[in-house]
């Protein structure tokens, strides 16, 4: 989501509130169904419930584009491949579902839907629309949103037990509702596999599969108006595709895996376990400079340490040269001047001394209140030790001249 990932409360609480949302909506949208005057197999009202709860997460919740992510119209040849997957499952499906009543039972035609009073085509329109409007909030949004800490399989079976328990059906008695939960959770989790590593280009698989199972349902099984036998053909039937179409996905990943040697995050440039890696690179570059801090203060204090140290030592080497130096220039002096010049220059000395003592103990002092790490720090112990030795040089010629001047 930085990358502006989702923290962990915003994510757990986006996926909360959608939930409630959706199933508040669903209760509440009930009564307006005999309002409009749709037949619930044209259009189920309810089914405006996700969508309504992700357009309210995303006006309330933060990181708009992250939420958006899976909500992209562009095209690509994974989504075109994808697209032809999301025509050919329901068939297998429905082919299945189709032998199962020619085997088990009479023929599949004797437990079609009747009273379907309305032209073909506005059946279709209205399941393509009912489609859209369940999977924009199901698949683009919340399928999205859960990716985003979890990578697709997980992801899928959370949002497939939230799915069926949207469309949970106890109208009918609790071995239908079973049944149906079977049929909507491995639906859900077919529609979790299609959609994986499409970049967010999800609405376009997930509309059409979602529109080819409820429309051919309509038209060769009866389970909408409670018939046993025809939910438990279909959630066998689509329990059998689920496992099959996920096994073989996981198969042709694995081998190329072994066959390539590569990460299942090579293969899958989508991979939504991305998050985590860029996570643990941050925190790993974080480390990095971190310690490469730490060791440069450390080289940093060294080397001050030891300039500093260098320059204790020139400072006490030239205090302990001064007397020498002096008594050299004595030496070479006239007796008959040894009296008042010899007085005169051992107070300069004795200044001269003095005041390189106290520029010595200023250097000293001036390291052990700073810290010594700091490089402006050196450049001041520097010119301060520089200046006092320039000035005794000068003192000392001076001396030199004046001695031999006389």
């Known amino acids: 989501m930085k990358n502006n990932k989702i923290s962990g409360f915003q994510w757990a609480m986006t996926i909360f509130v959608f939930f409630v949302i959706t199933m508040a909506l669903s209760i509440m949208l009930r009564d307006f169904q005999s309002i409009i005057g749709v037949k619930h197999f044209i259009f189920e009202v309810t089914d405006l419930a996700p969508l ?31 697209l032809l997957l999301a025509l050919i499952l329901p068939l297998i499906i429905l082919i299945i579902g189709m032998y199962s009543f020619n085997t088990f039972a009479d023929s599949f035609i004797l437990l079609q839907s009747t009273g379907l009073s309305v032209p073909i085509t506005h059946i ?3 399941h393509i629309l009912m489609a859209f409007v369940v999977e924009f909030g199901f698949r683009s949004y919340l399928q999205n949103i859960v990716e985003t800490k979890m990578n697709t399989f997980f992801a899928s079976i959370v949002v497939g037990l939230m799915y069926s328990v ?17 049929y909507t959770f491995s639906f859900s989790m077919i529609l979790g596999e299609l959609i994986r590593a499409t970049k967010g280009r999800t609405i376009y698989i997930a509309t059409t599969f979602h529109a080819s199972m409820t429309f051919g349902l309509i038209f060769l099984f009866s389970e909408e108006i409670g018939d046993l036998f025809s939910i438990k053909v279909i959630a066998i039937s689509t329990a059998i595709v689920a496992v099959g179409y996920i096994g ?3 198969i042709i990943r694995g081998i190329a895996y072994l066959t390539t040697r590569r990460n299942l995050e090579e293969l899958e440039p989508n991979n939504y376990l991305d998050h985590v890696n860029d996570d643990e690179e941050t925190n790993h ?11 440069d203060a450390e080289k940093t204090g060294v080397a001050t340490a030891s300039t500093v140290g260098v320059a204790k030592n020139d400072t006490e080497n030239t205090v302990a040269d001064e007397p020498s130096i002096h008594e050299g220039t004595e030496k070479t002096e006239p007796q008959h001047h040894i009296g008042n010049q010899t007085e005169s220059n051992h107070d300069e000395d004795h200044d001269i001394t003095s005041e390189s003592v106290e520029s010595a103990e200023s250097v000293k002092q001036a390291p052990q209140s700073d810290d010594l790490t700091n490089d402006s ?16 040089e000068d003192r000392r010629s001076s001396v030199v001249i004046d001695a031999e001047k006389h």
């Open 52 to 82: 309504i709860a992700a357009i309210i997460c995303i006006l309330v919740f933060k990181y708009k584009k992250v939420q958006l992510a899976g909500l992209k119209f562009s095209i690509s040849l994974k989504v075109i491949e994808r």
């Open 124 to 126: 279709l329109i209205g």
């Open 166 to 182: 949207f469309s949970a059906n106890t109208t009918y008695g609790t071995e239908f509702a079973a049944y149906n939960f079977l």
């Open 248 to 250: 073989l996905s996981l």
């Open 285 to 295: 570059t974080e480390a990095e400079k971190s310690s490469s801090n730490i060791k």
């Open 377 to 392: 720090n050196e450049d001041e112990i520097e010119q301060s030790l520089k200046e006092p030795a320039t000035y005794k």
